[in-house]
């Protein structure tokens, strides 16, 4: 049995569904076309977002050596049936025209694929976007994505990288593990009772729906590029904001955090989290002596503050704050909440929706 | 057909009112659908918090655990974006240092939507220190120099369709996906940012979800 999708959205009014209504045809039909276009469309959302800032002319994600090398690595978390993420990278090369070492690369380590911009694709000196699609795999229920650079004298630069959950081209028939399951064509019509298996359905798809994995911020330092000591997120307060749904006031947990440190003595690293305007409350994550490049995870836990922007439907921006210490002996007065460690790699953000 | 959409959480319904020798209710199908409008018109959204890095300074005088500068700093970012294929307008913010007084140029921001070859969709909206809206932050040092603090500055939500395709960029509002011969609901698209002494460290986009479907 089919399970069409439809192009657009059309909403169902629940006032002609209420008892002492006809039920049309028309009418409960729209409820499963609303629900496989919610399934096509609801999971697709980025897991990479990072930009790097042009300034004199110059991005620090740049590399000249011809030799290939990662530059950037990311982790993402696993989507229930996600087998395949797209990418749009913004690249170009300093100057002068691509030559035949001008690469860059975004591979999926666990997938054992990848996706490549060079001269033949049209890598010229000109900022422009390119899209692919990467096959991914899970272990321990996460891939790692890189981000490779080959270069010449003229510098190849990458400005932006975005990868996403592209939207379902076709549902699954069946009842995925975290409980989503399509209607199939001409399942949900009047003259046709609503079974109880049906209705269950319907209601496992909804919650499930509404608990999937959302990444909020992912950050990668960097490493193999132009410049040297890049392998670290600079020493002021980073803060990132993000949307908090009024579903999260049901959880205990807001988000979930992935960091990577090092440090020679041990240290922690401080993430400040702001359910609200009133301030924020700190989680430490300690990272022992001799760590290089450790991940460790932490849940950030809710407040009971309220949200510090409010937005329609109640969704407020919620921030997150990391601060990595600079050299001791720089400090002229020590700011509060400030990380000890060496350095902090990178940060990933993820929530269930 | 526009249909509201409400602002109750999505709350996990019970799955008793389907099970067998029940019989099939109005409101039971008013629930779904009500569900399935919740989940389409809060979730069938994209949003993304956009880490712009920045060059690690090296010097130790620089090391003090602020920006150390952003006079004379102009810089220029594309980040590409995922829009929502229900989308209709975008709300953003941008986590900016900038001096708060002095300095060779007056500090900007200006922020403008593209479509991925680059066409100008939004012309875009600006915060500037010269009418106010984009502030600076600054903490005074013991002696006596100044450093830069991280600010956050916002878009709101309010829509204003026909800034959109305006000569200039705006003061702040909610930049439109749909404009002119435009239409970017569900594709990928190009927030482009450019600043005037002042340095970009983050762009936070959330759509507009507004009231109906």
Known sequence: MARTIPATLTPVDPSTLL????????????????LNWSLAHVARAPVIAQAWAETAGSVPCARTSPVPATVAEWVIPELEGGAVVSVVVIARVRSGVAGSSHSVTVQSVNGADSFTVNATSGLDATWKAYTGTLDVAWVLSRETIRLRLAGAANAVEVASLLVYWPALASLPAGTTADGRTAVDDGELVADRPL???????LYATIDALGALPRVHLNVSDLRNV???????????????????FIDSADRAVDLYALVVASSAAAGSV????????????????DFGALSVRDTKTEELRRTDRAGAYAQDLSVQWQAVRVWPQPDPATWDTLPGAMSTVDAVHSLMLWSFS | MSV???????????????QSARPVLGQTLAALADGINTVAGAYARSWQTVHVSQIVETAAANLNGYVHSANGVNQSIRAAYLVGPL???????????????????????????????????????KWQRSDGS????????????????????????????????????????????????????????????????????????????????
Not at chain 2, 89 to 110: I, R, Y
């Open chain 2, 87 to 125: 989308d209709e307008a975008l709300q953003v913010a941008v986590l900016v240092s900038s001096e708060a007084a002095g300095g060779t140029s007056t500090p900007s921001v200006t922020v403008q939507l593209e479509d991925v070859g680059g066409s100008v969709v939004d012309v875009g909206i």
């Open chain 1, 226 to 244: 132009e410049l040297a000591n890049q392998d670290r997120l600079p020493p002021y307060a980073h803060q990132w904001l993000s949307p908090r």
């Open chain 1, 195 to 201: 079974s109880a298996r049906v209705g269950s359905q």
């Open chain 1, 19 to 34: 008892t002492g209504e006809p039920l049309k045809a028309t009418t409960v039909a729209a409820l499963g076309a609303a």
């Open chain 1, 270 to 285: 401080i993430i400040q989290h702001s359910g609200g305007a009133g301030g924020f409350s700190a989680s430490t994550i």
């Open chain 2, 134 to 213: 984009l502030r600076g932050n600054e903490e005074e040092r013991p002696n006596g120099s100044r450093r830069l603090v991280p600010t956050w500055y916002y878009s709101g939500d309010l829509r204003r369709p026909g800034l959109a395709v305006a000569a200039l960029p705006s003061l702040p509002r909610a930049l439109e996906t749909v404009a002119s011969t435009y239409d970017l609901r569900g594709a990928v698209a190009v927030v482009r940012a450019s600043t005037v002494s002042a340095r970009l460290h983050a762009v936070a986009i959330l759509p507009v979800w507004g009231q109906t479907l």
């Open chain 2, 4 to 18: 509201p959409y409400t602002s109750r959480r999505l709350v996990p319904p019970s799955p008793l009112p389907t």
